[in-house]
């Protein structure tokens, strides 16, 4: 009586690992757009690593693998189906587990984790593959929120408490690193998730405003870092073009470096291969962080605008994936998985065209880097798989037409 009482129709309800993944999606439920673009998005990946190590081959240099990317690829894609055969009742139980897990793994980086370039991020593993705990922290971030704000609606001041302090902990984590990028994409899929949620944009909107006015405090008041007031200091010199240029050699080499490569693409772009990028090879992190460079230059503000498009078609395509489920915990789910890829490319794309503060981040799906490909692959298979499934719910949300 008891198993007829929790399961559906009746049936026993799955124990052991059928509790956690289940195989039974109808292909027709998948949203193949979704998975299309980003196949897409990694064949583009491809094609720009492959061109890069040619470009290296062919000056002498060996610093970008495509055989190495190739096998961060094929570590990754597991992570894809991981997440796409996760039962929604076991991740919905289980949620403060994968949160705590997650932070966990973030509370080892001062311990385990290995400095480079003035940063402790990440963890060394067998096989050269270095985990970055922060990629899979929101994640983990995604799931708890979730399950969190599917039981309220955000409509009382005392509901925002948990949710905040949710998204706090790892962000002051992060922050410790340091890693201001990842802690930059925690705000924008927070709010997001809280808007889906329920809450209203005009509370929405006047978190951002204090948060806006704390950071310029914090800025005026020398709270920051030392790196990061030098690095807000050389942003804001980069806007006079004589400023810039004299510190090319100094502070604003990156963001030189960058700036030269995109406007060096013109209207339709030097060609795979054929960009001062590669062709010098002076731009910092041009597989990685500054990869959006890369294609802005060798595809000119054309192939610029296209991939633009198709990223943004991609995120906003799981979106509205999203708007189209009914249970009210997967739904969270999968847009905050939309905004987690929107908020990486927004990030991306700005540092590289100097909108905002240069700092590391990476662009899923496209850049080089295990975690985030891990992660990137693992938050696609929750989207698609969440969204394919048809669980049955008694969440008011679920008769709303």
């Known amino acids: 009586m008891t198993d007829a009482f929790w399961s559906w129709k009746g049936h026993r309800p799955p124990s052991g690992w059928r509790s956690v993944f289940s195989s039974r999606i109808a292909l027709t439920s998948i949203d193949w757009p979704v998975l299309l673009l980003a196949a897409i998005l990694v064949g583009v990946s491809l094609v720009l690593i492959q061109t890069m190590e040619t470009s290296d081959l062919l000056f002498g240099r060996d610093e970008i693998s495509f055989r190495s990317h190739a096998k961060k690829l094929i570590v990754a894609v597991p992570f894809f189906f991981l997440g796409f055969f996760l039962r929604p009742r076991w991740l919905r139980r289980s949620a403060w587990l994968v949160y705590l897990l997650s932070l966990l793994l973030l509370t080892l980086v001062p311990l385990l984790g290995e400095e480079r370039n003035n940063a402790r991020r990440w963890i060394p593993l067998p096989l050269g593959f270095d985990l970055q705990p922060s990629e899979l922290a929101k994640l983990g971030l995604i799931v708890i929120l979730a ?45 997001g998730m809280a808007y889906f949620a329920g809450a209203r944009a005009r509370a929405i909107g006047t978190l951002i405003l204090v948060g806006a ?72 992190e041009r597989d990685c962080d500054s990869i959006f460079a890369v294609i802005a230059e060798e595809g000119g503000f054309v192939g610029a605008v296209l991939f ?93 037409a």
Request: with cysteine; glycine share 12%.
């Open 147 to 191: 399950h969190v704000l599917h039981r309220i609606r955000l409509d009382r001041p005392t509901q925002w408490f948990l949710p905040a302090l949710l998204a706090i902990v790892p962000m002051g984590l992060v922050v410790a690193q340091p890693d201001l990028g990842t802690a930059l994409t925690i705000v924008p899929v927070s709010l």
């Open 213 to 284: 006015l704390s950071a310029l405090f914090a800025y005026q008041l020398d709270w920051v870092q030392g790196y990061q007031k030098k690095r807000i200091d050389t942003w804001l010199g980069s806007f006079d073009n004589e400023v810039l240029i004299e510190g090319r050699n100094g502070s604003a080499f990156h963001t030189y470096q960058a700036r030269v490569a995109i406007g060096n693409g013109g209207l339709f772009g030097t060609g795979l291969g054929e960009g001062v990028a590669n062709s010098a090879g002076h731009l910092p």
């Open 308 to 400: 633009v498009l198709t990223y943004v078609a991609f995120g906003c395509l799981i979106l509205v994936v999203a708007g189209g489920v009914r249970e009210r915990f997967s739904r969270l789910v999968v847009g905050g998985v939309g905004l987690y890829f929107l908020s990486h490319f927004f990030i991306n794309a700005s540092v590289n065209l100097g909108l905002l503060p240069m700092t590391g981040l990476t662009l899923p799906l496209v850049s080089t880097g295990g975690s985030s490909l891990l992660a990137s692959f693992l938050a696609l298979g929750l989207a698609v798989g969440l969204a394919s499934r048809h669980e049955a719910t008694l969440d008011s949300d679920a008769f709303r």
